[in-house]
T-cell receptor, first 113, second 114 residues
């Protein structure tokens, strides 16, 4: 089934540890995004990539890094996790033409203790 | 900068009641407007969209009209069902500095009781 796959689904992590959230899409979309969802704050953009080989910062990029080595994969890395990074993380992709609809993965719930 | 404001929830309705979730926006230019829905334990999915003023988006009995004069995109449904229980997000698109991004509202949780 075409779509976006995120892994892990859920993770508990000790503060200070390094963590990479994986995101893979098979729709050949050029643009990809990482959002975090927090109660009362909605979705906030962390990083984005318009096409393979390029990335950009969103609204809340501090403490996170991304890479885009190819079209399909867009991993999000927390170099040294902190409790304020406890959140649900969503990866999304978009065809770079048309109405601008984003397609979302099912999310990765991260708890930093 | 661009922003989206939607009514705070939670909203609890009885089955077959009328639903309105208000959404207003602030943006430069002419953004496209969206409503996304998030069912429990799932990611967001597009519910409907409108790309220019006076357009009406509709899907699954939900409707929203792009009102430029009031900068609004209110979501309505005439008769809600239990299966409509979810979190609803209003969003607008913007393009700038070579990127295309969606800005989301904070979400409104809807619970429909039998």
């Amino acid at each position: 089934i075409a779509g976006i796959t995120q892994a892990p689904t859920s993770q508990i992590l000790a503060a200070g540890r390094r963590m990479t959230l994986r995101c893979t899409q098979d729709m050949r979309h050029n643009a990809m995004y990482w959002y975090r969802q927090d109660l009362g704050l909605g979705l906030r953009l962390i990083h984005y990539s318009n096409t393979a080989g390029t990335t950009g910062k969103g609204e809340v990029p501090d403490g996170y890094s991304v890479s885009r080595a190819n079209t399909d994969d867009f991993p999000l890395t927390l170099a040294s996790a902190v409790p304020s990074q406890t959140s649900v993380y969503f990866c999304a992709s978009r065809l770079d033409r048309g109405t601008g609809e984003l397609f979302f993965g099912e999310g990765s719930r991260l708890t930093v203790l | 900068g661009d922003s989206v404001t939607q009514m705070e929830g939670p909203v609890t309705l009885s089955e077959e009641a009328f639903l309105t979730i208000n959404c207003t926006y602030t943006a430069t230019g002419y953004p496209s407007l969206f409503w996304y829905v998030q069912y429990p334990g799932e990611g967001l999915q597009l519910l409907l969209k409108a790309t220019k003023a006076d357009d009406k988006g509709s899907n699954k009995g939900f409707e929203a009209t792009y009102r430029k004069e009031t900068t609004s995109f209110h979501l309505e449904k005439g008769s809600v069902q239990v299966s409509d229980s979810a979190v609803y997000f209003c969003a607008l698109s913007r393009t700038g500095a070579g990127s295309y991004q969606l800005t989301f509202g904070k979400g409104t949780k809807l619970s429909v009781i039998p």
